[in-house]
C-alpha cells in the first residue's frame, strides 16, 4: 500500500506557472508507473503525465512543451512543473501511483486545485 500526498495548486493567471508535488509513503521506483491526472468540473478525469520505472515520459497532447514531469527518488517524490498555463488547465489535480502485485493496484492521492484565471 503506498499513500500519497499532492501540494502545490493555487491560484494563477494565465501565461503563470506552478510546481506540483506529489509524496509516496514508499519508495516511488517500486511502481510500474507513476503520473498526474485532472478532473476538470463536468468531465472525466483524464491523464496529465505520467513516468514510469525506466523514466519513459508520456503527455497527453494538450500539454507537451508546457509540462513536466519528474521525479526524486531520494525524496520519494514526483514533481509537475506547469508552465503557461491555460484557463483550460483548471482543475483539481490527482497523483497516481501504478504498483505491482498479485494484481497491479492503483493508488491516488486527495489531489490539489489548480485554477488559471483568463
Known amino acids: 500500500q503506498v499513500q500519497l500526498v499532492e501540494s502545490g495548486g493555487g491560484l494563477v493567471q494565465a501565461g503563470g506557472s506552478l510546481r506540483l508535488s506529489c509524496v509516496a509513503s514508499?519508495?516511488?521506483?517500486?511502481?510500474?508507473?507513476m503520473g498526474w491526472y485532472r478532473q476538470a468540473p463536468g468531465k472525466q478525469r483524464e491523464l496529465v503525465a505520467t513516468i514510469t520505472r525506466g523514466g519513459t515520459l508520456v503527455y497527453v497532447s494538450s500539454v507537451k512543451g508546457r509540462f513536466t514531469i519528474s521525479r526524486d527518488s531520494a525524496k520519494n517524490t514526483v514533481y509537475l512543473q506547469m508552465n503557461s498555463l491555460k484557463p483550460e488547465d483548471t482543475g483539481v489535480y490527482y497523483c497516481?501511483?501504478?504498483?505491482?502485485?498479485?494484481?497491479?493496484?492503483?493508488?491516488w492521492g486527495q489531489g490539489t486545485q489548480v485554477t488559471v484565471s483568463s
Open positions: 497516481n501511483a501504478e504498483i505491482p502485485g498479485t494484481l497491479v493496484y492503483n493508488y
Open positions: 514508499r519508495d516511488i521506483l517500486s511502481a510500474n508507473r
